[in-house]
């Protein structure tokens, strides 16, 4: 876990430079509550660093998920949360997402496929290059960017209620 936890901090700590004013999650706080609840299940066995962050991705998404409807149910609707999705990740500031909305179209998208959904997951909760994403999901680096770019204009078009431009 040393070995990780710094890139964990940073991968949270992203996650949440783009939550509401007066956000009281910390990177760290995520960080923990993603490793007790791996620490509370039986870890798989890791196959590659790669797989480490896909799983511990699935657990943040969680968790700000979790947050975000006990934030909401708190304040009956006031505030929602907001997160970028943007290719960039570290300059977030083009598309303002509601998570709560973003969670609800990420199920709707793995839905109909689950390969975009997960890439999805991987790229932007995770952090992961498109060669980790690769690795992970055993399918070539071309594959994942134009998934990627397909499953990234689905969700602009679900969440704006129009066609990307």
Do not use: C
């Not at 399918?139 to 431009?165: C, E, F, N, Y």
């Amino acid at each position: 876990m040393p070995l990780v936890y710094q890139e964990l901090r940073g991968l949270a700590h992203r996650h949440l430079q783009a939550e509401r004013e007066g956000h009281t999650l910390q990177s760290t706080a995520l960080v923990h509550e993603a490793y007790m609840r791996l620490a509370g299940q039986n870890p798989p066995q890791w196959q590659n660093r790669a797989h480490f962050f896909a799983v511990a991705a699935q657990l943040m998404r969680q968790i700000l998920v979790d947050y975000a409807r006990a934030f909401r149910s708190a304040k009956r609707g006031a505030g929602a949360v907001k997160l970028t999705l943007d290719e960039a990740m570290i300059a977030p500031q083009t598309l303002d997402i509601d998570l709560l909305a973003l969670d609800l179209a990420l199920k709707e998208l793995e839905s109909l496929d689950p390969q975009q959904g997960r890439i999805v997951e991987l790229r932007y909760f995770a952090g992961l290059t498109i060669e980790d994403i690769s690795e992970v999901l055993d399918i070539s680096p071309a594959t994942v960017k134009r998934d990627w770019t397909t499953a990234r204009a689905w969700l602009h078009r679900q969440m704006s209620g129009k066609a990307p431009s």
